[in-house]
């Protein structure tokens, strides 16, 4: 079975955004969780991750152990075990570049022109860490360029299901006053974070001028993506991992 998938126009290169939709897992997992570091059935995993590979026909399917960072690797040819980073970058025809989400902001990244594909896993602390600009950057030590760039955010939480704290927005004030814009007060003086709007300014102030969201919440569409917000609002412990996929032809 080939599981569904989303694609955007802004990337020419073969991709996918996977869902929770067209795999083998059960319960709360249920049923295309990529997570290989998940409490799932490894065989149920790594059928999951099978099905993917083989709707887009990839030779590799090369994901990362994430960890919240700014860390790019730059990779010619599949690691023999996850690389610790939160972006990846390749020229090399047949090799697909993949990003966990659970929430957290996956962005594809391709320059068609230079040949070179990215991916990287933004979350807040990620995306306020600087992990989009060290993708772009990653890319431009790999020979593409900025202007010639498009990056396309998956589906991650948005903003009316993203309800934070003050000393989360203390994080990000500290930084730069003029981030209060991504930040809205619920009826309750409750302040809610945009992260896909936070994200598509980073790429901007990148100098991607061909940016876009999915416009996809994995909180909020239960049946369509895993949400680890989501289980831990309902009290269950554990979660499923979508899949967000860029290939060079």
Not at 110 to 115: I, L, N, P, R, T
């Given at each position: 079975?080939?599981?569904?998938?989303?694609?955007?126009?802004?990337?020419?290169?073969?991709?996918?955004?996977?869902?929770?939709?067209?795999?083998?897992?059960?319960?709360?997992?249920?049923?295309?969780?990529?997570?290989?570091?998940?409490?799932?059935?490894?065989?149920?995993?790594?059928?999951?991750?099978?099905?993917?590979?083989?709707?887009?026909?990839?030779?590799?399917?090369?994901?990362?152990?994430?960890?919240?960072?700014?860390?790019?690797?730059?990779?010619?040819?599949?690691?023999?075990?996850?690389?610790?980073?939160?972006?990846?970058?390749?020229?090399?025809?047949?090799?697909?570049?993949?990003?966990?989400?659970?929430?957290?902001?996956?962005?594809?990244?391709?320059?068609?022109?230079?040949?070179?594909?990215?991916?990287?896993?933004?979350?807040?602390?990620?995306?306020?860490g600087g992990i989009v600009?060290?993708?772009?950057?990653?890319?431009?030590?790999?020979?593409?360029?900025?202007?010639?760039?498009?990056?396309?955010?998956?589906?991650?939480?948005?903003?009316?299901?993203?309800?934070?704290?003050?000393?989360?927005?203390?994080?990000?004030?500290?930084?730069?006053?003029?981030?209060?814009?991504?930040?809205?007060?619920?009826?309750?003086d409750i302040p809610h974070?945009?992260?896909?709007?936070?994200?598509?300014?980073?790429?901007?102030?990148?100098?991607?001028?061909?940016?876009?969201?999915?416009?996809?919440?994995?909180?909020?569409?239960?049946?369509?993506?895993?949400?680890?917000?989501?289980?831990?609002?309902?009290?269950?412990?554990?979660?499923?991992?979508?899949?967000?996929?860029?290939?060079?032809?």
């Open positions: 079975m080939t599981p569904p998938f989303k694609t955007h126009s802004s990337l020419t290169s073969s991709h996918g955004f996977f869902g929770r939709q067209g795999g083998v897992s059960q319960g709360i997992y249920e049923s295309l969780n990529a997570g290989e570091r998940s409490e799932d059935s490894p065989m149920d995993v790594a059928e999951n991750r099978k099905r993917i590979s083989d709707a887009l026909q990839a030779d590799h399917l090369v994901s990362l152990h994430q960890i919240h960072s700014d860390q790019v690797e730059i990779i010619s040819e599949p690691p023999s075990s996850p690389l610790k980073a939160d972006g990846l970058v390749t020229t090399t025809k047949g090799i697909a570049l993949s990003v966990l989400s659970a929430d957290c902001g996956p962005v594809l990244f391709e320059d068609a022109e230079a040949g070179v594909i990215g991916a990287c896993h933004a979350g807040w602390r990620g995306a306020l600009e060290s993708t772009v950057a990653a890319m431009c030590e790999a020979g593409a360029s900025p202007a010639n760039m498009s990056a396309v955010l998956g589906a991650c939480i948005s903003q009316p299901n993203y309800e934070v704290g003050d000393a989360f927005k203390s994080e990000f004030m500290d930084i730069d006053e003029t981030f209060e814009r991504f930040f809205k007060d619920s009826a309750k974070f945009d992260l896909p709007g936070f994200i598509l300014s980073r790429l901007r102030a990148s100098g991607i001028e061909s940016c876009a969201w999915l416009g996809d919440c994995t909180y909020g569409q239960a049946e369509d993506y895993f949400s680890y917000r989501r289980n831990t609002h309902e009290g269950v412990k554990g979660y499923g991992r979508n899949l967000s996929v860029i290939i060079r032809r």
